[in-house]
């Protein structure tokens, strides 16, 4: 079992930054590729970002690539998300994702997820 928590989610104006964290826990957590996947009101939920175990490894949807970066420390056990440049169609609850399948299968859809977090709401006000 793996244990995801999602924090520093906020209201930010377009053009700020934030960076969203995930905690992870679990004997063999920092095995999995994680990501991070989004909501936006009436909107199905889409990919945003995914790392390898190792961290070797990044995969991003064409809409946030040049914003937003992934990156994980398997030592403190937790992910981050660094946002730059938002937007207002960025808003939308975010969610934490582990995978025991790869960071590049992550990209493909939700079906292969075997972990998700509550999310962190982000409001990007124009």
């Known amino acids: 079992q793996v244990q995801l928590v999602e924090s520093g989610g906020g209201l930010v104006q377009a053009g700020g930054s934030l960076r969203l964290s995930c905690a992870f826990s679990g004997r063999t957590s920092s095995s999995y590729a994680m990501g991070w996947f989004r909501q936006a009101p009436g909107k199905e939920r889409e990919f945003v970002a995914a790392i390898s175990w190792s961290g070797g490894i990044t995969a991003y949807s064409d809409s946030v690539k040049g914003r937003f970066t992934i990156s994980r420390d398997n030592a403190k056990n937790t992910m981050y998300l660094q946002i730059n440049s938002l937007k207002p169609e960025d808003t939308a609850v975010y969610y934490c994702?582990?995978?025991?399948?790869?960071?590049?299968?992550?990209?493909?859809?939700?079906?292969?997820?075997?972990?998700w977090g509550k999310g962190t709401l982000v409001t990007v006000s124009s």
């Open positions: 994702a582990a995978s025991r399948s790869t960071a590049q299968s992550m990209s493909y859809g939700s079906d292969g997820i075997d972990y």
